[in-house]
């Protein structure tokens, strides 16, 4: 592993030990070089996942899944708001496992929206219509307004 710092291949292990989720393998590492410390994570991947996008002109992109891309707009949506990292990394592990059980290697950036939506309703209804402006693009305020209003019925029901 190469460490991060001074960029030399040799590191040790210090501690290994599986995260919350039981999804990936935490390891405290040490460069042999500039003995600077760091963490990696160890995860499975089952196969190859692709998203495809809708692009301009109704053509379709393809781009490698990153879970770390996933990661950042669920925090963009969840921040300031009362949910922790392991939260937020709980709700990505899950929705990874489901698009790797799916059988397909290539899956509609709307179906992971889909997905995140799903899970952020459950999990912070601000975070929910955050991640749904963008998500759904909204254009004015009425956007909102009617959005919103429909969150409110989810939640007492």
């Known amino acids: 592993m190469r460490c991060p710092f001074c960029g030399h291949e040799a590191s040790q292990v210090k501690d290994s030990r599986p995260t ?29 996942l692709a998203v495809i996008k809708a692009g301009e002109n109704g053509m379709a992109r393809r781009e490698p899944f990153e879970r770390d891309k996933l990661i950042r707009s669920v925090s963009l949506a969840c921040r300031k708001r009362p949910i922790d990292a ?43 219509i955050r991640f749904a402006s963008v998500y759904r693009d909204f254009r004015e305020a009425r956007d909102f307004e009617e959005f919103a209003s429909n969150v409110s019925e989810v939640g007492k029901q």
Do not use: W
Request: hydrophobic residues 35%; charged residues 35%; contains cysteine.
């Open 86 to 128: 392991n939260q937020v990394e709980k709700l990505v592990s899950g929705i990874q496992r489901q698009l790797e059980t799916l059988g397909e290697s290539e899956i509609p950036s709307k179906r992971i929206g889909e997905m995140v939506m799903e899970g952020l309703k459950h999990l912070d209804s601000v975070a929910y």
């Open 20 to 48: 919350e989720d039981g999804a990936a393998i935490r390891r405290r590492r040490q460069c042999e070089a500039c003995a600077a410390r760091f963490t990696t994570f160890e995860r499975i991947q089952l196969r190859e």
